[in-house]
């Protein structure tokens, strides 16, 4: 079968995750996060709701790879970004 070569990226907030690895043609993002060792090591971005994207487009789990994408897994938000826009810019202007 023939082989394709991927990316997977995890940010998180104070280091990067970068894992390169060659994999099957036709292999779903599901089969190759299942390939690597990141459930084990960051369980808490594992879960049956997490959201991916490739090369910053939101995908589903069942996409199926092409040779060079970039797999990347979207941290949960902690703060809604109009709420923090929002604090922010009444600290700016002193309504604290």
């Known amino acids: ?38 459930k084990g090591v960051y369980p808490e971005y594992f879960q049956d709701s997490m959201e991916l994207g490739i090369f910053g487009m939101k995908v589903q789990d069942d996409y199926v790879l092409k ?3 970039r797999i990347e ?6 703060v809604d970004p109009k709420q923090n826009r929002r604090i922010r810019s009444e600290k700016k202007n002193g309504k604290n």
């Open 73 to 78: 897994i979207y941290r949960p938000l902690k």
């Open 1 to 38: 079968m023939p082989k394709i070569w991927v990316e997977i990226v995890l940010a998180l907030e104070d280091k990067q995750y970068l894992l390169r690895f060659e994999t099957n043609e036709g292999t779903t993002i599901k089969e190759a996060l299942l390939q690597t060792d990141l």
């Open 67 to 69: 040779n060079e994408d």
